[in-house]
């Protein structure tokens, strides 16, 4: 059983950044940010391989370059960092861990645990 608890969202100007945080109770060996917006799918924005530390990235142009995933092991938290912020990355950002075999970390069926949700909204 993993229990995840994310932190630092809040409102920001569209330009800013922010840093959000996700603690982990257990071991997993996989961890991953996605975000959710109204009305559309959870989409995989970060992920990370917790014992190697590599990160992972979707493909996607616009969200290229502007988020960074990492991780303390120490304190079993993994931190996204958000930059130059756009209204179109208002949504609630979600935690994941423990990713399934043969899944794609992309999609929300590769993870077994899921934490509450924190909201980022970005204004123009």
């Known amino acids: 059983q993993v229990h995840l608890v994310e932190s630092g969202g809040g409102s920001v100007q569209t330009g800013g950044s922010l840093r959000l945080s996700c603690e982990a109770s257990?071991?997993?060996?996989?961890m991953a940010w996605f975000r959710q917006a109204p009305g559309k799918e959870r989409e995989g924005v970060a992920g990370?391989?917790?014992?190697?530390?590599?990160?992972?990235?979707p493909d996607s142009i616009s969200m290229k370059g502007r988020f960074t995933i990492s991780q303390d092991q120490s304190k079993k938290t993994i931190y996204l960092e958000i930059a130059n912020l756009k209204p179109e990355d208002s949504a609630v950002y979600y935690c994941a861990a423990k990713l399934r075999m043969n899944i794609r970390w992309t999609q929300t069926s590769a993870f077994a645990y899921w934490g509450q949700g924190t909201q980022v909204t970005v204004s123009s």
């Open positions: 257990g071991s997993t060996n996989f």
């Open positions: 990370i391989d917790v014992g190697r530390g590599r990160p992972y990235y």
